[in-house]
């Protein structure tokens, strides 16, 4: 099992157009796919070959806008594609966790992947 440990808020996919692709809320979303990406080189998670099953838990403070809970999944799953997995059509299954945490410093994502 491999298991990665994100720490800060989660940000959710933004919904792409021509026009937001400079916009501060996809930048911000960018740089945190690339802030998973980092993570998981630097602990050189394997990259895996076949089927996955997919699990993540999404700690959130009450602060700010909540995002949707798919939006949250393409963010991380977008942000493993070429390097937990060649691409997320190997995910087969999802198991995906929203929960709430007393304050920011405790926000983060707890991210595990099997290989089924």
């Keep these: 099992m491999i298991r990665i440990e994100v720490p800060g808020r989660c940000v959710p996919a933004p919904r792409m157009t021509r026009y937001s692709k400079h916009s501060p809320t996809t930048m911000r979303y960018m740089h945190y796919r690339n802030q998973i990406g980092w993570i998981a080189k630097k602990d050189k998670i394997p990259k895996l070959k076949g089927p996955v099953v997919f699990s993540a838990i999404i700690y959130l403070s009450r602060s700010g806008r909540e995002g949707d ?3 949250y999944a ?12 060649e691409d997320d059509r190997q995910v ?11 304050s920011k410093s405790d926000e983060r994502v707890v991210i595990e992947i099997d290989e089924v």
């Design 69 to 71: 809970l798919d939006n």
């Design 74 to 85: 393409k963010t991380l799953k977008d942000a493993l594609n070429g390097i937990a997995w």
């Design 92 to 102: 087969v299954e999802s198991h995906l966790y929203k929960t709430f945490v007393p």
